[in-house]
């Protein structure tokens, strides 16, 4: 099994930034993919943003493409999400999410591990 625990959610004003964390423990040799889904009010679940297992391949939607960065670092087991010019849109939980799969897999259905969500509030 692996845990993950996500920090770094909040409230901010839009064109705000906030840097999510995800720190993963337990069978970690087993992670490939990481990345991010969030969940609005009332909204499916959606993908965010997803990263390889050597951190040198990223995955976007257009709806964030070119405000959020995710990044990793493997020594720490942990994923990042900088969100920069955040707007109300952004709202929502932030689940970080990975398992043994690619980011081909993940990016559509997430990975086998979920975090337990992180809210992030954008005022307008």
């Known amino acids: 099994q692996v845990q993950l625990v996500e920090s770094g959610g909040g409230l901010v004003q839009a064109g705000g930034s906030l840097r999510l964390s995800c720190t993963a423990s337990?069978?970690?040799?087993?992670?490939?993919?990481m990345g991010w889904f969030r969940q609005a009010p009332g909204k499916e679940r959606e993908f965010v943003a997803a990263?390889?297992?050597?951190?040198?391949?990223?995955y976007y939607p257009d709806s964030v493409k070119g405000r959020f960065t995710i990044s990793r670092d493997n020594a720490k087991n942990t994923v990042y999400l900088q969100m920069n010019s955040l707007k109300p849109e952004d709202t929502g939980v932030y689940y970080c999410?990975?398992?043994?799969?690619?980011?081909?897999?993940?990016?559509?259905?997430?990975?086998?591990?979920w975090g337990q969500g992180t809210q992030v509030t954008v005022s307008s």
């Open positions: 337990g069978r970690t040799f087993s992670i490939s993919a």
């Open positions: 990263i390889s297992s050597n951190g040198g391949t990223t």
């Open positions: 999410t990975t398992g043994p799969r690619g980011t081909a897999i993940l990016r559509t259905r997430g990975g086998d591990y």
